[in-house]
C-alpha cells in the first residue's frame, strides 16, 4: 500500500504538553512523557460540554474546535483505540453491583461519542466518522481520510486520541502501553508532501508512545524518513 498528502497544521495534547514549543522541546528529548503531570487548560470546548466527556474525548473536541475555527474543513475522521474505556468500565461496575447505569454514561458510551460532541458543540452539520484499528488505529484512519479525500472532500480533520485508562484493566495490558489521555489533531489535504508505504513486521511489539506520537514526534524532527511499527506492517514514511 502506497499513499501521499500533505500536511496543513497540527495541534497536541498531553500530561506536561500543549503548546507547540513544549512538543518541538519534546520532541528532540528522549525522556518518556509523565503521566503525572497536568493538562492544560481546555481552550475552545464549554464547560458543560467537557462536565459529560471523558479525558480523552474532552482534549479531542477541544482541539477539534479550535481547528474548526482555524481552518475551513470539509469531514472529520475521529480516531481512538480504547475509545470510551472509562465510561465503559462504570457501567461495568454499576452492574456488577447491582446499582442502575447513569443515563450518561449510557448515552456517551459509544466509540463517535467525541466525535458527535464535538459537531454539536461547534453546530456543523460535518461529515464524519469514528475508527479503532488497535495497535494500527492511527494508520489505518489515515485510510479514512484519504477515501473522503479522494470522494472529493478538500480538507479533512484528523484528531487521534485516547482517554486515562482504568487501573482495572493495567495489570492486562503490556508493561509500556500508555496509559495517559492524550490528543493529535492534524489537518490534512492531498498532496505530496508526505508519502508512506508498507512492509511486513515480522517483529510486532507494543510501542511506548501511540503512533499519531510517534508520527508527530519524527514529523517535528523534520526527519526525511522514518518507519512507525504496527501489528502486522510497518509504515514507512518519507518527507519530500
Not at 456543523?124 to 475508527?131: A, E, R
Not at 484528531?159 to 495489570?171: C, E, I, K, Q, S
Not at 505530496?192 to 508505504?197: F, M
Request: overall charge negative.
Amino acid at each position: 500500500m502506497k499513499f501521499t498528502l500533505t500536511l496543513i497544521d497540527w495541534q497536541a495534547r498531553a500530561p506536561g504538553l500543549s503548546d507547540a514549543d513544549e512538543w518541538q522541546a519534546w520532541s528532540r528529548r528522549s525522556d518518556a512523557i509523565d503521566p503525572a503531570a497536568p493538562l492544560a487548560k481546555l481552550t475552545d470546548l464549554p464547560m458543560m460540554t467537557a462536565r459529560r466527556l471523558n479525558s480523552g474525548s474532552r482534549l479531542a473536541v477541544d482541539l477539534g474546535l479550535m481547528m474548526l475555527r482555524k481552518h475551513r474543513i470539509d469531514a472529520v475522521v475521529y480516531s481512538s483505540r480504547h475509545g470510551e474505556l472509562e465510561r465503559n468500565f462504570r457501567i461495568l461496575q454499576a452492574l456488577a453491583a447491582e446499582q442502575p447505569v447513569s443515563p450518561t454514561d449510557f448515552a456517551m458510551s459509544v466509540h463517535n461519542s467525541a466525535v458527535g460532541n464535538l459537531t454539536i458543540a461547534a453546530r456543523q452539520p460535518v461529515v464524519s466518522s469514528s475508527v479503532s484499528a488497535g495497535m494500527d488505529t492511527f494508520q489505518q484512519s489515515l485510510c479514512d481520510v484519504l477515501s473522503l479525500l479522494h470522494a472529493g472532500y478538500s480538507r479533512v480533520l484528523l484528531v487521534d486520541f485516547d482517554g486515562l485508562l482504568p487501573d482495572f484493566y493495567h495489570a492486562g495490558l503490556p508493561p509500556q502501553m500508555p496509559v495517559w489521555p492524550y490528543a493529535l489533531a492534524l489537518v490534512i489535504e492531498a498532496g505530496i508532501t508526505l508519502s508512506c508505504e508498507t512492509h511486513v513486521n515480522r517483529t510486532p511489539e507494543e510501542p511506548a508512545l501511540p503512533q499519531s506520537l510517534q508520527f508527530l514526534r519524527h514529523y517535528l524532527r523534520d526527519e526525511r524518513q522514518f518507519t512507525l511499527p504496527g501489528e502486522r506492517l510497518l509504515w514507512q514514511w518519507t518527507r519530500q
